[in-house]
């Protein structure tokens, strides 16, 4: 399983975009990129999930240059409940089962 | 999305006894299910693989008579902690695949918090 490496902590303010940036730089063929956030003393949630280019959902974007290197998980607008744990991890889908391995994850604090 | 619950979501217990913390996939089949556990300010760490109709996988250097699994039905996961000590306190989350899902993504319960004393 690729290993990931993420800023281990951001600030921001409210209104702003925020982006995390992720390294992978053993990302295998068969990866996808897929982020969660953990709001305290809960379980992880998704966000996104991408293989290539751009992708877009209601909550975030998610870029991914071309050589799949690295990832850039986008929030805009940031409000004071996107406070949380940000995880990126890389795994390849498949028919079987999916083993996810998450790493230290990125802090995001948003102040008034 | 998927829905995953944990039962109970808090949990404390005299050391040594034994805890079951259930997981259950509500609207979803799940053939393989994930326990991890998470420590505070730390990361989630894989625990084992739970496997419906088998053995369950475990993750180098978690005790496997200590951390029983059981998945027994398509929709239950139980993690049984055997003989807790105080540092088996943490925070246990469960995670179930939907292969049948969009993105094909983990979907993950609320949490155990296991407190003993």
């Known amino acids: 399983l690729a290993k990931t490496t993420q800023p281990i902590s951001m600030d921001s303010y409210e209104g702003q975009e925020v982006n995390i940036t992720c390294s992978h730089n053993n990302i295998a063929t068969n990866d996808y990129i897929t982020w969660y956030q953990q709001f305290p003393s809960q379980g992880p949630r998704f966000i996104i999930q991408g293989y290539k280019t751009k992708v877009t959902n209601e909550v975030a974007s998610l870029f991914i240059p071309a050589d799949r290197k690295s990832s850039t998980l986008s929030l805009p607008r940031v409000s004071l409940s996107d406070t949380a744990v940000y995880y990126c991890?890389?795994?390849?889908?498949?028919?079987?089962?999916?083993?996810?391995?998450f790493g230290t994850g990125t802090r995001l604090l948003v102040s008034p | 999305g998927a829905v995953v619950s944990q039962h109970p979501s808090r949990v404390i217990c005299k050391s040594g006894t034994s805890v079951k913390i259930e997981c259950r996939s509500l609207?979803?089949?799940?053939?393989?299910m994930f326990w991890y556990r998470q420590f505070p300010k730390q990361s989630l760490m894989l625990m084992a693989t739970?496997?419906?109709?088998?053995?369950?996988?475990?993750e180098q250097g978690v005790e496997k008579d200590k951390f029983l699994i059981n998945h027994a039905s398509l929709t239950l996961s139980t993690l049984t902690v055997t003989s807790a000590h105080p540092e088996d306190s943490s925070f246990y989350i469960c995670?179930?695949?939907?292969?049948?899902?969009?993105?094909?993504?983990?979907?993950f319960g609320p949490g155990t918090r296991l407190t003993v004393l």
């Open positions: 739970s496997n419906e109709g088998s053995k369950a996988t475990y």
């Open positions: 995670s179930a695949r939907d292969v049948a899902g969009e993105y094909n993504e983990q979907f």
């Open positions: 991890l890389v795994g390849a889908l498949n028919t079987g089962f999916q083993k996810l391995v």
């Open positions: 609207d979803f089949q799940a053939t393989t």
